[in-house]
């Protein structure tokens, strides 16, 4: 069992399953969060380029600050958009 923590300030931790993964990437499209870190933009070119390489649809977002959640508009319009979503997390 995989335990991960919310970093944000919740006083009680809540359990949520871990959402669904796809069978496969073919045919998705992949959001690309940059969460406004340091050489995050960085490491998400290099991604962007090897799922462009196979074929798949890549769409960029990025949040205003590391320091804050996405504001809901963001989030609607990534799970509006995408299929899957990477984030670049560290500097």
Do not use: N, W
């Amino acid at each position: 069992m995989i335990e991960l923590l919310d970093p944000t300030s919740e006083r009680q931790p809540g359990h949520r399953p871990r959402a669904a993964r796809p069978a496969s990437l073919d045919g998705l499209t992949i959001g690309l969060l940059d969460i406004a870190k340091a050489r995050g933009d960085i490491f998400l070119d290099r991604v962007a380029e090897q799922l462009t390489a196979r074929g798949l649809r890549v769409v960029r977002f990025r949040k205003p600050t590391y320091t804050k959640p996405a504001p809901a508009d963001l989030r609607v319009e990534i799970r509006t958009h995408c299929d899957a979503v990477i984030e670049a997390l560290a500097d």
